[in-house]
């Protein structure tokens, strides 16, 4: 534990002289509208930071960012030659893709370049589900073994990590549950008893922009981000009761 605080203190105090107005790298920034990635170039944009926004191809939400000021480039997460020619230049990097078959591949190239180009912070999208895992405790998901694995990784770099663990995201939970509402006046989802906080995406945005544009305090900590009530699924369906105006189960 003392070495690890150390090495958070030492962390601290190299970005604390490194740090400047330099370039924010956000990765997968041409997510649809609302998106953690797209809402956060648009706040650091907004408070005046230069911002390096990689896409997977050019588009008309590539050109929409560069319309908005980001500075527009094209790559690959899993290809470490694109992976450094965006990085480099980048004080700071926010590190988010959406779980698959390569997104522990992606975090380690993401890791290995992050080192070389001397990046001072790196804020990392994880999930919630980590905060209950271990070794001795893990998952049959094995999406969400990569997200810890993943961490594992980050935390075995020596970088200078900011980790978000979101709950489910209050987007994907209400577009997951609106086909039987809307037809059934039922929540079908297979949470069983199981309760759950889904969180706005656009909070989840104002925590990363917030981490990024002043790293320094925030760096080797966990942040666990949820909605502002855990419930069953009975108790959304009130909810839903009340906001509707009719009766849903």
């Known amino acids: ?20 107005d330099g370039l924010i790298l956000v990765t997968g ?56 020619r965006v990085v480099r230049g980048c004080g700071r990097v926010y590190f988010g893709m959406s779980v698959s078959a390569g997104y522990l591949e992606a975090t380690v190239t993401m890791a290995a370049v992050a ?16 905060s209950e895992m271990s070794i001795q ?3 049959p998901s094995h999406h969400q073994r990569q997200h810890w694995l993943s961490e594992q990784a980050l935390a075995w770099s020596g970088l200078p990590v ?16 609106a086909p039987s509402v809307r037809n059934r ?14 969180v706005s995406a656009a909070d989840v945005a104002q925590v990363v922009a917030a981490a990024l544009a002043d790293p320094v305090p925030h760096l080797g900590r966990i942040y666990e981000l949820t909605g502002p009530q855990s419930q069953d699924l009975d108790g959304i369906a009130r909810e839903f009761s009340d906001a509707l105006n009719r009766e849903v189960t």
């Open 1 to 20: 534990m003392k070495r690890s605080t150390r090495a958070v203190t030492s962390w601290r105090a190299q970005v604390k002289c490194l740090v400047d």
């Open 29 to 84: 920034a041409a997510g649809q509208l609302g998106s953690v990635e797209r809402t956060v170039t648009g706040l650091l944009l907004d408070r005046g930071f230069r911002v390096r926004a990689m896409v997977r191809r050019e588009d008309e939400r590539a050109v929409s960012l560069r319309a908005a000021g980001a500075q527009v480039v094209v790559g690959d997460l899993l290809e470490p030659g694109d992976v450094y």
């Open 115 to 130: 080192r070389e180009a001397g990046v001072n912070a790196l804020v990392n999208m994880s999930q919630m589900t980590v």
């Open 137 to 139: 405790n893990t998952t």
């Open 162 to 177: 900011v980790t978000i663990r979101p709950t489910m995201f209050l987007e994907s939970f209400l577009q997951l549950a």
């Open 185 to 198: 006046d039922r929540i079908e989802l297979p949470f069983g008893r199981g309760k759950t906080s889904p």
